[in-house]
């Protein structure tokens, strides 16, 4: 452990609770292009959705940070992992269940599914079995819970697209290099002006279409700068340039995100988030500053936690 976490970790003893959720694939639903309706009420859980087509940008990280966040309020959280090859969010999750059991703490957990490839032979089977597992998840995620959170692959995929149709709100993890930002727009290389949108940028589109179609709803797209540098280089200020250019052009809200600190990376074997960790002797400066970064990114989501609190 570095950065202090052995000593923050043993903080956490005592720490928040909450109901443990469980996993697998449910059967039945509706079109994820529809409202999926709360059981009670007819009240819709508001879906938050990562996506991001590129690995490494720290979805995960963020998801599960989010979770924690609305746990920690009270809030009745489900999440899904469309990512059944590398599961992230599951090993997350799991990871805090185990730590959870072997230090005797009862922390908060979320009500967690995977959504399995299909293995049909044809293309349109499996599309159509993975549409229906999605829709069946979905739909009973939305029934019993306030938030639900999805946690996409870093890649195009059919499971990804369905995701992103239905979110509420969309958040994009990225890198802060223009490496990443590739993935949202074109820019020229010598001015730095912008092209165009980007593959990305393009089905995230899509998917708003879809979703006013659907249900006259729309999806609030947040793009999150991740791993930013302490410092003040050219190649920040650039990027930062481009990207608020191409806000006001496409359409989303950015969020400052995590700084590239060891804390979060160092977090996942045990589970734990800045969330459950008890605020004491054992934390450094860096600590701190990165459970700061949290609390300015859920600010910045503007959740509709006020409604979901008076209606549950």
Not at 24 to 50: D, F, N, T, W, Y
Not at 83 to 106: F, H, I, K, M
């Amino acid at each position: 452990m570095v950065d202090g976490q052995s000593g923050a970790l043993e903080t956490a003893r005592g720490g928040i609770s909450g109901r443990t959720g469980e996993s697998g694939r449910m059967e039945g639903g509706q079109r994820p292009e529809e409202p999926q309706k709360a059981g009670s009420g007819g009240r819709r859980a508001h879906v938050i959705v990562l996506g991001n087509e590129k690995g490494g940008s720290g979805k995960t990280t963020s998801a599960m940070h989010v979770i924690a966040v609305l746990l920690q309020e009270g809030f009745r959280v489900a999440s899904m992992d469309l990512d059944s090859r590398q599961r992230s969010l599951t090993r997350y999750v799991e990871n805090r269940a185990a730590w959870s059991q072997s230090n005797g703490v009862r922390l908060a957990m979320p009500d967690h599914q995977v959504i399995e490839l299909s293995d049909k032979e044809t293309v349109a089977e499996r599309q159509e079995d993975e549409r229906e597992r999605f829709q069946a998840g979905l739909a009973r995620a939305s029934a019993a819970h306030d938030f639900v959170v999805i946690d996409c692959p870093g890649s195009d995929s059919f499971l990804s697209r369905l995701g992103h149709a239905v979110a509420d709100t969309l958040i994009t993890p990225m890198n802060d290099s223009f490496v990443d930002f590739d993935l949202l727009a074109r820019v020229d290389p010598q001015t730095y002006e912008i092209k165009g949108p980007s593959v990305y940028s393009e089905m995230v589109w899509e998917s708003r279409k879809r979703r006013a179609m659907a249900d006259g709803g729309s999806i609030d797209w947040v793009v999150m700068r991740n791993r930013l540098s302490m410092l003040d280089a050219k190649n920040k200020r650039r990027l930062e340039g481009v990207l608020e250019a191409l806000a006001d052009r496409i359409g989303f809200r950015l969020a400052p995100g995590f700084g590239e600190r060891v804390i979060f990376r160092e977090m996942f074997p045990s589970g734990l988030t800045l969330l459950d960790l008890k605020e004491g002797g054992a934390w450094s400066m860096s600590h701190v500053a990165a459970r700061a970064e949290v609390r300015q990114l859920i600010e910045t989501l503007d959740l509709p936690l006020a409604e979901m609190a008076g209606e549950g």
